[in-house]
């Protein structure tokens, strides 16, 4: 009986060592062999969106889940299919044949051994938006599926203008919003001053440049008014959107107001004329009565003289004939010498009249003209600017596309002389425009600054210097200099308190004005600042570290 026993316990632990060692047999070979003979592949049902210059994942899973370690792996753009972007095989990535533009941004990171064979690409640009084909083969069977990249671009700011309407009625202008930059198609949106979306009927047109970036324009008919905003929005999404605003109304006159009619701007004009032909014609008169008085005046003291009178008012009647030709020659010297530097005095001072006449009421004219002198007028047409960062000087440093500040300069002793600024992101080409810098914060007083506009492709050489010959049109400030502007000769700007400089730029009538928002007043206006495309810039200075800002 007990030789029965051990030999029942010895077939049952022999039994338990047999499936123990075929369990761990077998798993280790299920997992470094394909399972499957078949198999598909699993990807996004729609296009995967990135922005330029960053990193994306384009998955693909294969189904079931195994090692594909040993399998083949090939991720190619469908406009290159004999040249794939990654390539694995042998267990290792290959490095020809690949397209060279995607050596060292491409790799599997999701995890073969699940049977991930995910795509991720970094640095992205432009160029590699479009199809790519994920193909996964083994010796018996092959699957491939398509995962769609969009890469995200934001255009640039709307440019917005005011035209009239063409049998439109009714007080209405065509105002025309357009857009450049954009990738891919954006959504262009028209609303009011309440956020209410304006339905245009009028179809929204998009071209496309050389690079693949989508421009997109729009057109609407609307109430010509002086009060009511009107936005135009372009969007990829919540995130990446431009808006610009402008008030619906034509500026054709100084004194332009609703409701006044081209006939009357033309009987306005008529009027100026007359009354300026006038008073040219007073003022001649004037000066030529005056001459004619001077001269009649000293023609009757000569006639006098020659038939031997005195005048009225000297009592020499008691002198002889010889003292009074004596007295009569002296009475001529004395009479005709003062009597032309009168009439030559009369003269200067008649035209020293007309110019303190003329001149203001030019300067007045063209200040109306322009809507200068009125900061209250200028600030309706604020913008957002946005600071490059990309095109920034290496010691300035851009805080969320609004703060700039001066860092020291690396691996120098003493500063580069090259131009320390930073342009924004925007350009304008038409229309009017304000924004503000922010230029002294609290009662902390900075050394230096400059802020200003400049035209596209300017010459960025350290020898060129900031002129507007040279495409740039700025207000400085230096502690030791003061305010001034970049004219030949400099001329000085006195400011008692400056904290907020407000900038407006017309491109219709290429002037740009800098303001003291503090006391809300005119500081310099430019007013022949004409290019294609302006772009804002800004200067921290290089004296010291405290911040200004776009506000």
């Not at 202008?173 to 009028?202: F, H």
């Not at 010291?544 to 506000?551: E, F, G, Q, V, W």
Request: proline fraction near 6%.
């Amino acid at each position: 009986m007990f030789t029965t026993f051990g030999n029942r316990g010895t077939m049952h632990l022999g039994l338990c060592l047999r499936v123990l060692i075929l369990v761990a047999l077998t798993v280790p070979i299920r997992a470094a062999q394909p399972a499957q003979e078949t198999f598909t592949l699993t990807v996004p049902n729609g296009p995967t969106s990135t922005l330029s210059g960053s990193s994306v994942s384009l998955l693909c899973q294969v189904s079931p889940l195994f090692n594909v370690e040993p399998l083949e792996v090939r991720w190619y753009h469908s406009s290159n299919i004999h040249s794939p972007a990654l390539l694995y095989k042998d267990h290792k990535i290959q490095e020809t044949p690949v397209v060279p533009r995607y050596r060292g941004r491409v790799s599997l990171t999701g995890g073969m051994e699940r049977g991930n064979v995910s795509l991720t690409l970094e640095r992205v640009t432009l160029e590699d938006r479009g199809e790519y084909v994920c193909q996964v083969s083994s010796e018996q069977w092959y699957e491939k599926a398509s995962v769609f990249l969009t890469v995200n671009v934001t255009g640039r700011e709307p440019v917005l203008s005011v035209a009239e309407a063409r049998g439109g009625g009714g007080g209405q202008v065509n105002v025309t919003c357009s857009s450049e930059g954009w990738s891919p198609q954006p959504k262009l949106t028209w609303r009011n001053k309440d956020g209410a979306e304006i339905r245009n009927e009028q179809e929204v047109l998009n071209t496309s440049d050389p690079q693949g970036l989508v421009s997109v324009s729009s057109w609407l008919l609307y109430a010509c008014s002086y009060s009511d905003w009107l936005a135009c929005t372009v969007s990829l999404s919540e995130e990446a959107k431009r808006e610009g605003r402008i008030l619906p109304h034509i500026y054709t006159a100084p004194t332009a107001v609703p409701g006044v009619y081209k006939e009357a701007l033309i009987v306005t004009l008529i009027l100026s004329l007359v009354i300026i032909c006038a008073l040219c014609s007073v003022i001649l008169c004037k000066r030529r009565g005056s001459m004619w008085s001077s001269s009649q005046k000293s023609r009757n003291r000569s006639d006098q003289a020659e038939l031997g009178q005195r005048p009225a008012d000297q009592t020499e009647l008691g002198k002889g004939p010889a003292e009074t030709e004596h007295l009569i020659k002296g009475a001529e010297n004395t009479v005709q010498t003062p009597t032309e530097q009168r009439a030559a005095g009369e003269e200067f001072n008649l035209e020293g009249a007309e110019n303190t006449v003329q001149t203001p009421t030019e300067q007045r004219a063209a200040g109306e003209e322009l809507n200068l002198n009125d900061w209250h007028h200028v600030k309706i047409f604020k913008v957002n600017i946005l600071l490059d960062e990309k095109n920034a000087h290496p010691a300035i440093r851009i805080n969320k596309g609004k703060r700039a500040h001066y860092v020291k300069e690396k691996d120098t002793e003493k500063p580069s002389r090259t131009h320390l600024h930073v342009f924004s992101e925007e350009r304008f080409s038409s229309g009017q425009h304000y924004w503000e810098v922010k230029v002294k914060d609290g009662t902390t007083e900075k050394l230096s600054w400059y802020v200003g506009v400049a035209r596209e492709n300017v010459d960025k050489r350290p020898a060129v210097p900031l002129t507007p010959q040279n495409g740039f049109w700025i207000l400085s400030y230096d502690k030791e200099q003061g305010f001034h502007v970049n004219t030949d000769p400099q001329p000085p700007i006195t400011v008692a308190k400056l904290t907020i400089v407000g900038v407006f730029l017309d491109c219709d009538r290429h002037t740009l004005s800098f303001y003291n928002v503090d006391t809300k007043s005119l500081l310099y206006t430019f007013t022949d600042v004409k290019t294609s495309n302006y772009f804002p810039l800004l200067s921290p200075g290089r004296c010291d570290k405290i911040p200004i800002k776009i506000n």
